[in-house]
């Protein structure tokens, strides 16, 4: 995690890497979700009645209800991809930044050392003392326009933390319109026993929400506490800006 020595804080937060990785995975679990999907759940011939009914329509209403999941997770990669190419932009810009800054600190020192060295020699000049203050004139104005220029980069890099949180916020948005690909689990009777294949591509999806949500956790900061579900866990993340 970059420590932004001469900036003294993150302006763009984010692990680009997790992120990338965590759009990589919604695109795999949507693939694993259309396999479990189309598969036919067969109710054997010799098998009637209202059981063999029921059972055959709770398939049914599973695979209807399921069927937005791999569009759900297909957005959300597209999402994340996204989002992680933000973040390398931003963390690009914040490093140009804070070299600058550490630059700019350390001239800052350097023209400090000189102010009080031409006070010292308009204190102690002897005779006339317009060299002296001349000197001590010029080393005055480097050091204000050096201390300008870091403003202006602080200022810069502050800009970026401002513009970097919308963008995060407006990817919260995104995500949480789209909905948790996981709740129609809980809207279908039976239909987590009925598709193993899709719970468990739903768990999968859920662990990857509370990972990332950790993996962009801002630090020092409030620990985020990630939302139910997965969608919702890595909006919460983002809407802290984390990293």
Partial sequence: ???????????????????????????????????????????????????????????A??????????????????????????????????DQLDRRAVTLRRALLQAADAVEVGETAVQFATGTSATAQADLAAAKAHHEEVRRELDRVLEQARALETAHRLDASRVEHRLRALGDPGAALGEVPGGAAHLDGVTDGMARFSVLGKELAASLARAPGPAVTPSSGAVGAFAAAVSQGGR
């Fill in 61 to 94: 209403a599973a695979r209807t209800a399921l069927e937005p999941a791999p569009a759900v997770l297909r957005a959300t990669a597209e999402i994340l991809t996204s989002w992680a190419g933000t973040v390398v932009a931003g963390t690009r810009r914040a």
């Fill in 1 to 59: 995690m970059p420590e932004y020595r001469g900036l003294g804080f993150d302006p763009a937060p984010g692990d680009a890497d997790a992120i990338a990785a965590a759009a990589r995975r919604c695109s795999e679990a949507a693939a694993k979700l259309d396999a479990a999907i189309a598969a036919r759940i067969e109710v054997p011939r010799e098998w009637e009645g209202e059981a063999a009914v029921t059972v055959a329509a709770r398939a």
